[in-house]
């Protein structure tokens, strides 16, 4: 029992770290290592629910492992979905453009009549 949630609790973080390592690498990789860390802590919430009764300590640090790779694997993800996404702003002219001194012009000195010195 203490050897299972043991390795519940582990599982969770070493996954979640191989999705990181290996994902810029490969796309499949990435999704590979998140399935099975949000897996792993969907058992970890599992196996929190079995231990209620017989180890609390055991049974409340699965439920806070659990919870949070959940929280960071599901409830993340869909709240930079929903609310990630700014409107676009409006751009000046010479940025559409794209040069940079595009708008600029030769200064005008009101005292010398409109010419340079």
Request: proline share 5%.
């Amino acid at each position: 029992m203490k050897t299972t949630a043991a390795v519940l609790l582990v599982l969770p973080t070493i996954f979640f770290l191989m999705m990181f390592v290996y994902g810029p690498l490969d796309l499949d990789a990435y999704l590979l290592f998140g399935i099975l860390s949000l897996m792993s802590a969907v058992a970890c919430l599992g196996w929190a629910w079995f231990l209620r009764h017989r180890s609390r300590k055991l049974a409340w640090a699965c439920m806070a492992v659990g919870s949070l790779y959940f929280a960071l694997l599901v409830v993340v993800p869909i709240l930079v979905a929903v609310f990630g996404h700014h409107a676009p702003t409006k751009s000046t002219r010479a940025e559409q453009l794209g040069a940079g001194d595009a708008g600029l012009r030769f200064p005008v000195y009101p005292e010398s009549g409109g010419r340079r010195a």
